[in-house]
């Protein structure tokens, strides 16, 4: 149980392009999820955190212009890159909870490798 | 403010022997701890967690963790390690007034065979 899926698991666009990224929660029902990013040989810093129905919350210095966050179903947040520059390119992975995890444990997806050329 | 310390970048272990992966916290009230593992190119995988109880917490794979207060520390441990084991591991503190995850920088374990 509490499996967390991604789509794509990579992908490569051209700088000025956008592109979304799926996070699933496939066998729960994921009340707040979590976007990350990792540079290579780094920790992971948190994005922004969003809640089912809310707007997400963004953390300081991550633009919400330009990570758009949507978390519009229980299953299911997307985070878009807008406009996409080389110094985007990232590993994106995301993290779900739900009330049936409790208030401990966050479960994550395999993540995302974003190269943007 | 909430946070953890991994004061190694890599472990070098051989196979079958003892391993210790180091984490030190910094928390104000009582610690809710975290271990992850990461394989290349891949999410993070729960290993194990302390939030009350026995010092001694076992985890997934034959891991476990010693929640040390006097210290703050929550150390990685296994008896016997596998080449398989090789990964980058993260330490993680739940910070009680925002509800998120910190991580610490990790730490790669590279186990020879």
């Known amino acids: 149980g509490a499996v967390v899926s991604q789509h794509p698991s990579w992908v490569i666009c051209k700088s000025g392009t956008s592109v979304k990224i799926e996070c699933r929660s496939l066998?729960?029902?994921?009340?707040?999820m979590f976007w990350y990013r990792q540079f290579p040989k780094q920790s992971l810093m948190l994005m922004a955190t969003?809640?089912?129905?809310?707007?997400?919350?963004?953390e300081q210095g991550v633009e919400k212009d330009k990570f758009l966050i949507n978390h519009a179903s229980l299953t299911l947040s997307t985070l878009t890159v807008t406009s996409a520059h080389p110094e985007d390119s990232s590993f994106y992975i995301c993290?779900?909870?739900?009330?049936?995890?409790?208030?401990?444990?966050?479960?994550f997806g395999p993540g995302t490798r974003l190269t943007v050329t | 403010a909430q946070s953890v310390a991994q004061p190694e970048d890599q472990v070098n272990v051989a196979e079958g022997n003892p391993l210790t992966v180091k984490c030190t916290y910094s928390v104000s009230g009582n610690p809710y701890l975290f271990w992850y593992v990461q394989y290349p190119n891949r999410g993070l995988q729960f290993l194990l967690k302390y939030i009350t109880g026995d010092n001694l917490v076992k985890g997934s794979y034959g891991f476990e963790a010693e929640f040390n207060k006097s210290q703050t520390s929550f150390h990685l441990k296994k008896p016997s390690a596998l080449v398989s084991d090789s990964a980058l591991y993260f330490c993680?503190?739940?910070?009680?007034?925002?509800?998120?995850?910190?991580f610490g920088t990790g730490t790669r374990l590279q186990v020879f065979p």
């Open positions: 993680a503190v739940r910070d009680i007034g925002t509800d998120k995850l910190i």
């Open positions: 066998d729960f029902q994921a009340t707040t």
């Open positions: 969003s809640n089912e129905g809310s707007k997400a919350t963004y």
């Open positions: 993290s779900a909870r739900g009330p049936e995890q409790g208030a401990y444990e966050q479960y």
